[in-house]
């Protein structure tokens, strides 16, 4: 996958993420059952496209490509989430902050590709990462209140949008940087 397909992840599970923080708030647990429902079968179609679209690529071999394996995964996850939703009800704010936490690690990859370029930045990117990482862990180890843990659970999903975006718009102007001075970085690096 190359950055341009990287970023639309990222912007499209940021968006989701300020979605979700402003509805979780306003809306009751119990009612999210037919959202994750769907939201279960959008990430399965989403698996199949990625597996799909790894076998129409011209160039496969590639050292660290692992498409396919994630395309099985999100049809796996998403069929999971679809059939058994109440689980993820019962449990959503514990399973998006490990999204999260997730999300946070991978973002760390892109502060440490900007320390290896020497970039003056690359600090803002890690703190960027670093703190919804460990509000994220916070949340899943930490017993809280409901109430404080919805506020919580908001401000952690709003304050990692953040993070994704300045990383999509300052990660995108290094590389066209680059791209102005003649080197041309290798993919490999660009991916997550």
């Known amino acids: 996958m190359n950055f341009k397909v990287e970023n639309w992840k990222v912007l499209v599970l940021s968006v989701f ?3 979700f923080a ?6 009751k647990k119990e009612q999210f059952l037919n959202f994750f429902m769907i939201a279960g079968l959008i990430v399965a179609v989403v698996g199949l ?4 679209a790894y076998f129409f690529k011209k160039e496969y071999m590639k050292p660290n490509e692992f498409s396919f394996a994630f395309g099985v995964l999100y049809v796996v996850a998403g069929l999971i989430v679809a ?7 019962d449990n959503y704010p514990l ?8 999300d946070s690690t991978l973002r760390l990859q892109y502060s440490m590709n ?11 990117n890690a703190i960027l990462a670093a703190v919804p990482l460990v509000l994220g862990v916070v949340l899943i180890l930490v017993p809280m209140s409901e109430d404080f843990m919805h506020n919580y659970f908001s401000f952690l ?6 993070a994704n975006f300045y990383t999509i718009l300052y990660y995108k102007r290094i590389v066209k940087e680059f791209e102005r001075k003649g080197y041309a970085l290798v993919e490999d690096s660009l991916e997550e």
């Open 157 to 162: 999903l709003i304050l990692d949008a953040i």
């Open 114 to 124: 900007l320390f290896r370029l020497e970039k003056e930045a690359w600090e803002i």
């Open 17 to 19: 993420y300020v979605i």
């Open 49 to 52: 496209l990625q597996i799909m």
């Open 22 to 27: 402003v509805i979780s708030y306003m809306v």
């Open 95 to 102: 399973v998006l902050s490990g999204v999260v936490v997730l």
């Open 83 to 89: 059939t058994n939703p109440d689980v993820i009800v």
